[in-house]
């Protein structure tokens, strides 16, 4: 774990916001505040996380990575009791 100050502490963070207020909040001007929570809302949970690429997810949204992820391990899982069972059987 990095300490306070040094430059990496917040990157992630730091990243994202950077990505939100370039993307959509330097592009608008909010009425209400009410207005620019829910344009924020939408733009993640519509955009960021299911159509916007992420290269840290080898240029995969996040929805696509993770249902990814969860297809492989559920793979791993099922080659893995499969193997099970034939020792089994063959014991």
Known sequence: MSKKGD????????????SLKTELVH???????AEANQAIFEH?????????LH????????VNY????EFRVAHQSSEKYSQMIN???DN
């Not at 592009?27 to 505040?33: A, C, G, I, P, Y």
Request: glycine fraction near 2%; proline fraction near 2%; charged fraction near 30%.
């Open 55 to 62: 290269s840290t997810n080898g240029y995969m949204s996040p």
């Open 27 to 33: 592009h608008e001007r909010f009425k209400t505040r």
């Open 44 to 52: 993640i949970e519509v955009f960021y996380n299911r159509q916007r």
């Open 66 to 69: 993770e249902l990814k992820s």
């Open 7 to 18: 430059c990496w502490d917040n990157a992630v963070s730091e990243s994202f916001f950077h």
């Open 87 to 89: 020792l089994v059987r």
